[in-house]
T-cell receptor
């Protein structure tokens, strides 16, 4: 089954404790992206990647890191989480060309206390 | 600054009615336009895309695009309670056939009353 998976789905952590949210897709998509979703603000892009070893900042990159060492994986790293990073996070992927759809993962609800 | 504006709602319509959702965008260079549906607690899923001026129909859904006025709308005919969800408008500057680099609106919450 074609899918984007994220882990964990739910996470409660404390300020300053490094964490990683994993994202993996099995569709051989070149493009992957991370979004955060907050009430009233919609989906905002954090980082994206056009292919292996190619990453770039989105609209709200502060406080986040990413890496793309393999085509299928695009982890999101919070080196020192803060309460304002409490949010719902989505990973998405799509081909570079020839598709109108971004495929979203199930989401990760993160709470930083 | 890329901006996509939607009325946050909530928008309530009776079952069987037409629901009309609107979206305006600020960047005249926007090329492709998307409507995603998001059920509560779930991830967004694509329901329509459009890149040419005019109407595009798919079942009960019709997307309408007016680039001169910079708005795109989604009509849902014969609304069903299962259509109750948040509808996200998204645009990008890339030519048709690419789903990358989307800018999303904040979404309109639709409730269809039985």
């Amino acid at each position: 089954e074609a899918q984007v998976t994220q882990n964990p789905r739910y996470l409660i952590t404390v300020t300053g404790k490094k964490l990683t949210v994993t994202c993996s897709q099995n569709m051989n998509h070149e493009y992957m992206s991370w979004y955060r979703q907050d009430p009233g603000l919609g989906l905002r892009q954090i980082y994206y990647s056009m292919n292996v070893e190619v990453t770039d900042k989105g609209d709200v990159p502060e406080g986040y890191k990413v890496s793309r060492k393999e085509k299928r994986n695009f982890p999101l790293i919070l080196e020192s989480p803060s309460p304002n990073q409490t949010s719902l996070y989505f990973c998405a992927s799509s081909p570079i060309q020839g598709s109108y759809e971004q495929y979203f993962g199930p989401g990760t609800r993160l709470t930083v206390t | 600054q890329k901006e996509v504006e939607q009325n946050s709602g909530p928008l309530s319509v009776p079952e069987g009615a037409i629901a009309s959702l609107n979206c305006t965008y600020s960047d005249r260079g926007s090329q492709s336009f998307f409507w995603y549906r998001q059920y509560s607690g779930k991830s967004p899923e694509l329901i329509m895309f459009i890149y040419s001026n005019g109407d595009k129909e798919d079942g009960r859904f019709t997307a309408q695009l007016n680039k001169a006025s910079q708005y795109v709308s989604l009509l849902i005919r014969d609304s069903q309670p299962s259509d109750s969800a948040t509808y996200l408008c998204a645009v990008n500057l890339l030519p048709s056939g690419s789903a990358r680099q989307l800018t999303f609106g904040s979404g309109t919450q639709l409730t269809v009353l039985p």
